[in-house]
C-alpha cells in the first residue's frame, strides 16, 4: 500500500518530482523545551503548489514544526528558509511581513471568543492594514465559500467544533496566503465535516496554494493519499507518498 | 491605522466603570495643578499691579540750596526707568501729615519747627517695573549729592516676591507628582485592558500585525484618558473660579482676577495628553516584555 519515496529523510524527492522551487526548506532543525526535544535533527523540503501531509502520533513535533515555518517559535539549531528568506537572519520586526504569507488553521482553532465571525476573519485583512470597504467585501466572500454566511453575527463559542473549524479555515485564507498551515484541521470533526473541511483545503491547493497539513488521522490520509512526511519523537521518519484509494 | 480609533474606543465602552474612574483621576490631578497655576498668574498680576503703585521717596539734606533743588529734579528725571519726580517741600508734607493725623493733630502743635526734609516723589516708567529694578533706581538716586536717604516698600516687596517664587516651586513639585501619579493610574488601566485582550493581541500578531498596529489602540486610549481628564479638571477649575468669584464678587471688582490664558490651559492639556501617553507607553512596555 505504502510506496516509500525514492529519496531519504531529506524529503526533497517530491519537490524534485514536481519541478517546483522549495518555498519551504528546513535544514537540520532542532527544537528544544528545557529538557524536552521536540524536534531533532529535521531537514524537509516542500515545493511551491504542493499538497503535504505532516503525520505522527500525539506529541510527535507536528504542532512544533509548523511553528518553525511562520515565527511562532524561534527555531533551537538549525535553518528554516522560506520563500528564498532565512528566518534566523530575519528581524523580529519583519515576522509580521513573513507571517502575512502564511495561513494558519490553529488545532485549537484561536478564535476570539468575545467577537463575531465577521471580525475573527476580519482580523487577518485589519492585522494587514486593508481598507475597510475591502475586508468588508472579502470577508463575506470567505464566509461564504466555507458556508458560515448566515453566522457572521455569531460569537464563536454559540458554533458548534466544524462551524468553529470553517471559521478558523475562513481566516486563514482571507488574505490570500501563499501557504496553508493546518493543525488538525478535521481532528474533532465528525466524517462529514471533515470531509467538508477536508475538501475546502483541497480546494484551496487547486488554486495553486502550497498546504501543509499535520494529522495523525490516518484515515484521512489514505482516504485522499498524497505526499507524507512522518514525524516520531521529534524526528522524520520516513517521508512517503501515499497513492489515494480508489474512488 | 484610522480603525485604531474605533478600535480603542470599544475597548473603553467595554471596560467604561474603569476608564471613567481614570478619566476622573486624571482630571483630579490636573485640576489641583492647575488650581496652583490660576493662583500663580493671579498672584503675579497682583505683584506687578501693586509695583506699578511703587513710589521712591527721595529724602533731601537739610539747607540745599533751591538751585540744587532744581538740578536734583532734572538730575533724577534723566535716570533711566523714571516716569515722574514731583517735588514735595517739606512744608507741604507737613500739611499732608497734619491732614492725616486730623484727630491728634495736637501732638503736632507744640512743633516748634518742622522736622521733615524736603522730598521727591518718583514713580516708575511703565516698562522699568519689577523688582530688580526698583531697587537699582533706589541706589543711582540714593548716591546723588544732595539726597539723603531713600525709601519704597522693599521688603514688603521682597517678602511678596520669595512667597511667589515658594508657590512656584511648590507648583512645580507638585505638578511633577500629579504628573506622576496620573501617568501611574493611566498606566494600571491600560495594563488591564491589554490584559483583557492578550488573546486577541496573541492572535493578531500570528496573523501578522505588526507591533505598532497591536499597540497604536492602546496609545490612543491614553491619549483619550489625557485629554478628557485635562479638559474635565481644566471645567471642574473654572467651575470653581466662577463660583469663588461669584462669592466674592465684591473685592473682586477692585482686584485683577482672572482665569488662565488660552495658552496655559492649552499648556495644561498637553501636559495631559502626555500623562495618557506616558502611562501607555509603561504599561506596553512592561506587557512587551512578560
Ligand atoms: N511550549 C511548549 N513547552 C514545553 N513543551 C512543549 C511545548 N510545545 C510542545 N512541547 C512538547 O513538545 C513535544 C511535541 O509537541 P507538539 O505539540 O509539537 O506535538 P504534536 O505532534 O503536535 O502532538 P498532537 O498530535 O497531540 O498535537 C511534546 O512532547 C510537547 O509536550
Ligand atoms: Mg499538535
Redesign the pocket.
Known sequence: MTVPAAGDATAGGAAEAEGGEPIIRMFHVYKR??A?L?LADVSLAVSEREFVFIS?P????????LRMLYMGEPATDGQVVIDGINLSRLPRRRAPHLRRKFGIIF?DYKLIATRSVFDNVAIALEARGERRKLIRKKVRSVLRAVGMEEKGRALPPSLSGGEQQRVAVARAIVGDPRIILA??PTGSLDAEAANAVFQLLRGFHRRGITVLV?T?DTALIRRTGGRVVL?DG?RLDVSTVIPPLPE | MIMAIPRALRDMWANRFLNLVTVVTVALAILIVGAFTLFFVNAGGLLSMWTRQIRIMAYLGPDLEDARIGELAAEIRSLPGVGEARFIPRALALEHLRAEMAGRASLLENLRENPLPDAFEVHMAEAFLGRERVALLADQIAALNGVDSVEYGRQWLERFARLVDLFRLTGMAMGGLFFLAGAFIVANTIRLMLFSRREEVEIMRLVGATDAFIRLPFYIQGLIHGIAGGALGLLGLYAGFRFIIYRVSEDAGLLPVRFLPMEMMGGILLGSMLIGWTGAYISIKQFGRA
Open positions: 523545551y528545557g524536552k521536540a505522527g500525539s506529541g510527535a513535533g507536528k504542532t512544533t514544526l488545532q493543525d488538525e499535520a495523525h514525524l521529534g
